[in-house]
């Protein structure tokens, strides 16, 4: 019998939990299953009341007195980081002309780095913030660089590559002292660690990426602050994202999302275990290193999260690793964003270049992400399968 595909690319994208998809199965067998949560009549009416039942189960997930209204559904976080960082600098700007600089950083997901061209066009000057050599965007960097011309800044709450946590609480502070506005794309760390969102605006996440539906996503956007929106039409979503809701997915998404952050202090001990046995061991081989000095331990707040490893090999390049490790089995994935699918021989991670490491090593990264479903036995064969590579 040939043995089961391993599959540890859940930062990519997680299978879908048991709960997302009795949620999923248990609407769309209800009478008003496919009605239009706007439309008048009764079914109308129970498809909206479903659809604002799991916009509040998503709403409280987020742990930082989120009121529902603030939570708008999204088709996913790309959609999420287009409508915040682009409708922010401009909200700002409106009320303040003279704000006209957005500050990122290096290391985002492209779904905000490719926004410096439309930002651009737009007449923003875009301003990108490189991290320590452990990945980290210091506090004081930000301080640098910070004056009453900012409209917004967005930095990500953990990196999608090497799993390093950003301090976005002393982060969100140093905007809002300069009267910018802070959003953070909180995709990877949503569900897998506790989050701090007291002082930040707007947050981005996706279902996907903690075992909900792929298709959904949200925004969580203060109240007090009204953006643009980039789509146009019905007026859906108090405005802000036309286009009927998909009900269904909202539904199993807020399943997903009570799974997830309910049984965070019961996860991330267990993941933080894992992560670092795997870790140790593909570091004590000697044909790996660390990306990061950041350790998976921590006293009060975690520094790193518990459900990614990453390091770079010593000689091989990551697409050639993902291909041999798909070819035995294992779906690993390379630390640079090979967003399309699509290989080249030789694509460096431009978080790791911005950490510091030569174009070379940093084409060498990879990353094994999971969640508990995955057993430490299956990434023992992971880490065994690499080191005999
Ligand atoms: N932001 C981060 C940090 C991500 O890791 C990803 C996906 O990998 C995205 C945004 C984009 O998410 P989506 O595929 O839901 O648009």
Do not use: W
Request: glycine content about 6%; aromatic content about 4%; charged content about 15%.
């Amino acid at each position: 019998m040939s043995k089961p595909y391993i599959y540890l690319d859940y930062a990519a994208s997680a299978p879908e939990r048991i709960s997302s998809r009795n949620a999923r199965a248990a609407y769309d067998a209800a009478s008003y299953a496919g009605a239009n949560p706007n439309s008048l009549h009764t079914p109308g009416r129970l498809a909206r009341q479903a659809l604002e039942s799991a916009r509040k189960t998503i709403a409280q997930s987020l742990q930082a007195h989120i009121h529902p209204q603030e939570l708008y559904f999204t088709s996913g976080a790309t959609e999420s980081n287009n409508i915040a960082v682009m409708g922010l600098a401009q909200a700002a700007r409106r009320i303040h002309p003279q704000r006209t600089r957005v500050i990122i950083s290096a290391i985002e997901h492209e779904s905000v780095l490719m926004l410096q061209r439309p930002l651009e066009d737009a007449g923003f000057t875009v301003c990108l913030l490189t991290p320590s050599a452990t990945g980290v965007i210091e506090p004081s960097r930000l301080e640098a660089v910070m004056d009453e011309d900012v409209c917004v800044v967005s930095i990500m709450y953990a990196n999608n590559e090497t799993g390093v946590i950003m301090p976005i609480d002393k982060l969100a502070h140093i905007a809002h002292n300069y009267g910018a506005y802070m959003h953070t794309d909180a995709v990877q760390a949503y569900g897998h660690i506790p989050l701090e969102l007291s002082h930040v605006d707007a947050v981005s996440i996706a279902a996907h990426k903690i075992g909900g539906p792929v298709g959904i996503g949200a925004l969580m956007l203060r109240k007090h602050i009204t953006i643009a929106p980039l789509i146009h039409g019905g007026g859906q979503e108090a405005g802000l994202r036309s286009g009927t809701q998909a009900v269904s997915l909202a539904s199993a998404f807020a399943a997903a999302a009570e799974e997830c952050t309910g049984s965070v202090c019961k996860t991330l001990p267990l993941l933080t275990k894992r992560a670092q046995t795997l870790h140790e061991g593909l570091v004590a081989s000697r044909m790996f290193v660390p990306t990061t000095t950041i350790s998976y331990e921590h006293e009060h707040t975690p520094l790193r999260l518990p459900n990614i490893v990453s390091v770079a090999h010593k000689t091989l390049d990551a697409q050639m690793i993902v291909l041999m490790l798909d070819n035995q089995g294992f779906g690993i994935s390379s630390g640079s964003a090979c967003t399309t699918g699509t290989t080249s021989s030789h694509t460096s991670s431009h978080v790791l270049v911005a950490q510091g490491f030569s174009k070379d090593e940093a084409a060498r990264g990879i990353r094994i992400s999971f969640d508990e479903r995955v057993s430490h036995e299956d990434l023992d064969a992971c880490m065994r399968t690499l080191i005999a590579l």
